[in-house]
């Protein structure tokens, strides 16, 4: 009994007779986004996001969803953007925690790690951080030699130097 209980649940869940089940609704506020002109974000192309604290995975999906959601508004006005993740500190909890849940096919932080990684979001590890903190680059997400900076608070300051807009979530 217990069987067929679990299997009617799937039946259900699947839909009747094997219709699909509907996609979920976008919530709309009542109001169409604001309309922008084509240069509304010149200026705002050249970012750089610094993480040093370790909010746990809720609150790292939040600050790459602010990086998405950055990098989505310069995309559909036209703009190109550069942005980049600076990491020093408890914010190398991020490539970690997505390393612990590489291989787990539900994890969200891979997922949205690389995501981003393939519309040019660049993430800038501290090496003071990996040596203080004696963590190898093997136990961070997707980390490559070229991803590595000397010190990610100078990193911060030599982007902004460079016309980078500072971002801190």
């Known amino acids: 009994m217990k069987?067929?209980?679990?299997?009617?649940?799937?039946?259900?869940?699947?839909?009747?007779?094997?219709a699909p089940l509907?996609?979920?609704?976008?919530?709309?506020?009542?109001?169409p986004p604001p309309k922008v002109p084509a240069d509304y974000y010149v200026g705002?192309?050249?970012?750089?996001?610094?993480?040093s604290v370790n909010p746990?995975?809720?609150?790292?999906?939040?600050v790459l969803g602010n990086v998405r959601n950055h990098l989505n508004a310069l995309v559909a006005s036209g703009v190109k953007p550069?942005?980049?993740?600076?990491?020093?500190?408890?914010?190398?909890?991020?490539?970690?925690?997505?390393?612990e849940q590489e291989f787990d096919a539900n994890a969200r932080l891979p997922a949205a790690i690389t995501e981003l990684r393939e519309k040019g979001v660049q993430?800038?590890?501290?090496?003071?951080?990996?040596?203080?903190?004696k963590i190898p680059m093997a136990k961070l997400y997707g980390a490559k030699p070229e991803d590595l900076v000397p010190a990610g608070v100078a990193e911060v300051a030599?982007?902004?130097?460079r016309g980078y807009h500072l971002v801190k979530p």
């Open 82 to 99: 550069e942005i980049k993740v600076v990491i020093n500190g408890d914010g190398l909890g991020l490539l970690q925690l997505a390393h």
């Open 123 to 133: 993430f800038l590890v501290c090496y003071n951080t990996l040596t203080g903190r």
């Open 22 to 31: 509907a996609a979920p609704q976008p919530f709309d506020p009542g109001l």
């Open 44 to 51: 705002a192309e050249k970012a750089v996001y610094h993480l």
């Open 158 to 161: 030599r982007l902004q130097a």
């Open 3 to 18: 069987t067929l209980n679990a299997l009617l649940a799937v039946v259900i869940l699947a839909g009747v007779a094997g």
């Open 56 to 62: 746990e995975e809720k609150g790292y999906l939040a």
